[in-house]
């Protein structure tokens, strides 16, 4: 069986752009808003052009002893130079950069996926403890 687990790659961040870079706290207070952000080239930019950009950004929160994550949001990012002039020509380019704000009452795993054009799928965790 192919395993969709094998599809998602990651890596050292600071040495692999493609990687997300979830910035978020290792501790919460339960139902105390969190924010967080996720970016994808912070130490290494990527490049964005309408040929080779990345097109979204998923966000998860997989509770601790639940079965399933909880999807905390899907960005999209729609603005790589395209225009009807051509490619890169319209100026406008999405920065593959989101900051959302959730709470929780369980201690987890934040779970951040990424999807650049050319060099396929990307993960990244970061483990929050709540108290
Ligand atoms: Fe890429």
Not at 34 to 60: C, F, M, Q, R
């Amino acid at each position: 069986m192919h395993e969709l687990s094998n599809i998602f790659q990651s890596a050292d961040w600071k040495k692999e752009k493609h990687v997300p870079v979830i910035d978020a706290p290792e501790k919460a207070k339960k139902g105390e808003k969190l924010a967080i952000s996720v970016t994808v080239g912070k130490e290494i930019a990527h490049p964005n052009t309408t040929e080779h950009h990345i097109a979204w950004i998923d966000v998860y929160f997989h509770p601790e002893d639940a079965k399933f994550p909880c999807n905390l949001g899907r960005f999209e990012f729609w603005a790589h130079g395209a225009s009807t002039d051509g490619p890169n020509t319209s100026s406008v380019y999405t920065h593959p950069s989101i900051t959302l704000t959730f709470k929780t009452e369980k201690p987890g795993t934040i779970f951040a996926f990424s999807h650049c054009n050319v060099h396929g799928f990307w993960m990244n965790s970061h483990e929050l403890k709540v108290d």
